[in-house]
């Protein structure tokens, strides 16, 4: 669909507004072209009272406006009302403007030129006032229409990205999903505001400034508008640069967001490796590069004011020359020419918005292409129909084969992998490092489809299931845990949709061995946990880790290698928790130290990506094969290990 009448939806919500909005712009409009038309011809009627119609003492040629004298000089009492008639030949635009500017000095006749002086000076504040208080009013409209825009667009924006396939997260710095949300959101805002403004609120003004000065005279009028159209020109050029700089810009502001992101994350293994200094000028180089982009931007940007109106100044400058000449010759009055020149001047500010709206739309609309771009982008893995909320017989892989890269020269990194999980048993997957066992869970969990073979669910593909529904009845606990900055009771419940049962939360608790820790803690359940869980430990992050998955009684627990990362100690705790969680509950347990994984029921031995062996433990070392080899390597220093036991 067209990005504007895409984005035309998005105003739908505030159309009632809209339309608000564009009568109160006819009004601001209405008041600050009687504001400041009228004022003049009724000034320059009552001072040039005293002059008689066509005097000796102006400059050779030079008429005096063409209005009715309110009053004559030598006296301060209104003269009696000279009569108008209205014209009887409406193209007679010359008895028009009489009739016209006649009619309204009527309305300001007194009896004196002092008062006639006071009303016109009392109807400018009121015109004034009332221009400015509908333009307060409208602006207040266009910002509530603007947010309400951004908000959506930006609500669409962040459901759009969420819901991704994991891997399109790989593919996406944080920096760059970060700028979608806030920063392209922000432009297209700034776009419809300054469309509202310039295609609602001026036209109307430039339209009556336009006839106004067309009814003083065509021929300057074609001159300005003929410049007006060559400064428009010079804009929009400028505009378009601006537009491919400011996209650039977007890029390496992205670029420092998850920069700053990682580092910030990652500060432990700079300081531990003392990188400070090394951070701080890879970080410098990138602030110099952007501050020279950002330069180069500005000084564009700062052109086209100074440009914008020197090049104006020059229009009504030249305006005044040849209205001067025309002057001189005795066909336009010195007011009209006046008039003109202020009219002229009065239409710099709309045409001046209105021509940086080019800039600003250009910008916006580069920003919601992008935006409208990912709004389109549906996630990789489609969503299945069928309803799960647990299963009967078994999980089972069948000939997997996956890779993460697409290109046909890429390896697989599961390559034909078969192996079953029945209900109620506890289902190993050990291997070295890299030989798939993660992502055979992503698999499981649907973060990624498989290339071949299947994976089903009693006996059902998982990609027929709704993913949603899968995943709610797994509980993962991997080895990094992710904390939010809230209290560990939120943590725990993170994933619960229907409210916080607390009796459910400690019950889970307790199975996860947290309970304990959590009453140490001075606020127990609803002590903050601090960003990412900082301030709890390793292995108490852990065991919040196992209650969240707890929590909503999972059919089929996973344990990726989740205590790798702790201490002997913690781990200790870690994997009695994990063994109390266990009883009783279809497992299965990714593990690099066998010691976690000998009661399993089966052990699959996974190696580059391929089902090696598979058995119990005892069975596996019976066999005297690759699960042997690994176990006496990890228990050869540990002497009072009975590898049968
Ligand atoms: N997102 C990814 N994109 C590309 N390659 C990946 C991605 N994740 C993992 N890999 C690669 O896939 C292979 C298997 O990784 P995986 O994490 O499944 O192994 P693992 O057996 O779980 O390893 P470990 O025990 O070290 O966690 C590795 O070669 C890894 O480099």
Redesign the pocket.
């Known amino acids: 669909m067209n990005i504007y009448l895409r984005l035309l939806k998005y105003l739908a919500p505030s159309k009632s507004r809209i339309v608000i909005v564009f009568f109160v712009s006819i009004l601001t409009s209405l008041f600050s072209v009687i504001s400041i038309y009228s004022v003049l011809p009724l000034l320059n009627a009552v001072f040039s009272g005293s002059q008689p119609q066509q005097t000796s003492t102006n400059a050779p040629g030079v008429r005096l406006p063409d209005v009715p004298k309110l009053q004559s000089a030598k006296t301060t009492a209104m003269p009696v009302n000279t009569e108008v008639v209205f014209p009887d030949n409406l193209t007679d635009t010359k008895a028009l403007k009489t009739w016209a500017t006649a009619k309204f000095q009527q309305l300001f006749e007194a009896g004196s030129r002092e008062e006639t002086l006071l009303r016109i000076c009392l109807f400018l504040i009121a015109a004034f006032f009332l221009k400015n208080l509908f333009s307060y009013l409208n602006g207040q409209l266009i910002f509530r229409i603007q947010t309400r825009t951004a908000k959506n667009l930006r609500d669409d924006v962040f459901g759009s990205i969420v819901e991704m396939q994991i891997?399109y997260f790989?593919q996406n710095r944080v920096g760059t999903l970060m700028n979608y949300v806030h920063n392209e959101v922000s432009s297209v805002n700034a776009m419809i505001s300054s469309t509202f403004v310039n295609l609602l609120q001026n036209p109307f003004s430039m339209l009556v400034y336009v006839v106004v000065l067309l009814v003083l005279s065509w021929k300057l009028t074609l001159f300005a508008i003929v410049t007006s159209l060559l400064i428009f020109g010079i804009m929009r050029a400028i505009g378009i640069r601006i537009k491919s700089m400011a996209r650039r810009l977007r890029d390496v502001m992205g670029n420092m967001n998850s920069v700053l992101q990682e580092k910030f994350s990652g500060i432990k293994v700079i300081k531990s490796s003392a990188f400070e200094d090394v951070e701080l000028s890879r970080f410098k180089q990138f602030t110099r590069d952007y501050r020279k982009l950002d330069i180069r931007i500005n000084r564009l940007k700062n052109i086209i004011g100074p440009l914008n109106e020197t090049l104006l100044i020059a229009a009504v400058a030249m305006v005044l020359w040849y209205g001067g000449l025309q002057v001189f010759a005795g066909k336009m009055t010195s007011t009209e020419l006046l008039l003109f020149a202020f009219t002229l001047y009065s239409i710099m500010g709309p045409f001046k918005t209105f021509s940086s709206m080019s800039t600003q739309i250009h910008i916006g609309m580069a920003s919601a292409e992008k935006l409208f771009e990912l709004l389109d982008t549906r996630p990789d893995i489609i969503n299945g129909t069928r309803n799960i909320d647990g299963f009967s017989h078994s999980i089972r892989f069948e000939e997997v084969s996956f890779r993460?890269?697409k290109e046909p020269e890429a390896p697989f990194?599961l390559d034909k992998v078969s192996f079953e999980i029945r209900k109620g048993e506890m289902v190993a997957l050990v291997?070295?490092?890299?030989?798939?066992?993660?992502?055979?869970v992503d698999l499981l969990l649907r973060f990624y489809d498989v290339e071949s073979g299947r994976i089903t669910i009693d006996g059902i593909d998982i990609r027929e299931y709704d993913y949603k529904q899968l995943r709610q009845i797994i509980g993962v606990v991997s080895q990094e845990v992710i904390l939010f900055n809230d209290s560990i009771e939120q943590n725990i419940a993170y994933g619960i949709r229907n409210g916080i049962d607390h009796e459910r939360i400690e019950r889970a608790a307790r199975l996860a061995n947290a309970h304990n820790f959590i009453m140490d803690k001075p606020e127990g359940y609803k002590t903050q946990v601090g960003d990412r869980g900082i301030q709890l430990s390793g292995g108490q992050r852990q065991r919040l880790a196992i209650a969240r998955a707890m929590v909503r009684n999972p059919e089929l627990l996973i344990f990726d290698?989740a205590t790798s990362a702790l201490d002997n100690e913690s781990e200790k705790v870690v994997q009695d928790a994990i063994n109390h969680a266990m009883e009783n509950r279809t497992a299965l347990v990714?593990a690099?130290r066998l010691s976690t994984v000998r009661n399993a029921d089966r052990i699959i031995v996974?190696e580059r990506?391929r089902v090696i062996e598979s058995g119990s433990h005892k069975e596996l070392l019976e066999m005297n094969g690759t699960y042997k080899h690994l176990f006496d390597i990890q228990f050869s220093d540990k002497t009072n290990e009975n590898p049968t036991s």
Not at 431 to 436: D, I, K
């Open positions: 891997d790989n993460y890269r990194v291997g070295q490092s890299g030989s798939g066992k993660s992502t055979a290698e990714v690099h996974m990506g």
